[in-house]
């Protein structure tokens, strides 16, 4: 059993603007059970890598900024993948809600037990990554199946509370137009997404998958040009009411 009173962290980024609403505390936790072939932080996979900090510590840093979130920001725990550490995310959660600050969580929804549930309800938005609606495709691209995410969305829809999915746009992988749209129609009566944020595939991590001596297979794969994002937007504003590129 991991701690419950201290993470294991990447790193931690102030004044964040992309991972939740408002200005946010970032907090990148390490261990991750997936295997994306466009990790940009493949050096959050090992979750007994990075350092480790106190849940105080994290809430008493959080409370110093607190007049920086305004009414939107708050705290975002991201990864690698955060349900690892699930309980000591519930105390922090508890904690920050204490405090009068929000708590985002950004999963890849690999895990739904009831630690994770009782986490889930201590979350105020849920940024769920879905790789990819083809479980194939989701395996070919995470080393995973898509089983679990597609849960994680049905449970998050049950309880009614905010969720906002996230897309990586992998040419030749994630932009198949028939995918896109099995997408949108799988997730389109779902009333908790409030948005779905279009990430464009990147190659920033390569350096760090070179450094750990691994081999990064998508090293062919440029980033999405102008015309797959507008593509891939288009057919997302037929299913969700707000589409964003981030
Ligand atoms: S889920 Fe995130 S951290 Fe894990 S391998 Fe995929 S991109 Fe990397």
């Known amino acids: ?13 102030s004044f964040g603007t992309h991972d939740g609403p408002g200005i946010r505390l970032v907090v990148f ?15 959050t996979w090992d979750l007994h890598q990075g350092s480790e900090i106190s849940i105080d510590e994290i809430v008493r840093m959080a409370v110093a900024q607190k007049s920086f979130f305004g009414k939107k920001g708050g705290v975002t725990i991201s990864g690698g993948e955060p349900t690892l550490q699930r309980l000591a995310l519930l105390s922090l959660f508890k904690k920050l809600h204490a405090e009068g600050i929000n708590a985002a ?18 979350t105020d938005y849920l940024l769920l990554d879905v790789k990819h ?17 597609l849960e994680v969305a049905a449970y998050r829809e049950q309880t009614g509370k905010a969720m906002w ?19 949108g129609e799988h997730f389109k009566h779902y009333k908790s997404i409030e948005k779905i944020e279009i990430q464009p595939y ?19 794969v440029q980033p999405p040009n102008q015309e797959c994002i507008d593509k891939t937007k288009n057919i997302f504003k037929m299913y ?7």
Not at 202 to 220: I, P, R, S
Request: net charge negative.
């Open 29 to 43: 936790t390490q261990g991750c059970h997936f295997r994306c072939l466009y990790c940009a932080n493949p050096d």
């Open 105 to 122: 969580l950004d999963s890849n929804g690999k895990i739904l037990n009831d630690e994770v549930k009782a986490l889930l309800k201590e």
């Open 1 to 13: 059993m991991y701690a419950t009173d201290s993470l294991r962290i990447h790193s931690i980024e």
């Open 165 to 183: 999915l996230r897309y990586v746009l992998v040419p030749g992988y994630s932009d198949q137009e028939e995918y896109l749209h099995q997408l």
């Open 240 to 246: 969700f009411k707000e589409v964003v590129v981030n």
């Open 202 to 220: 990147h190659q920033l991590g390569v350096h760090k998958w070179e450094a750990l001596g691994k081999t990064y297979e998508l090293a062919h």
């Open 133 to 149: 609606i083809n479980d194939e495709w989701h395996h070919l691209l995470t080393s995973v199946s898509n089983q679990s995410v």
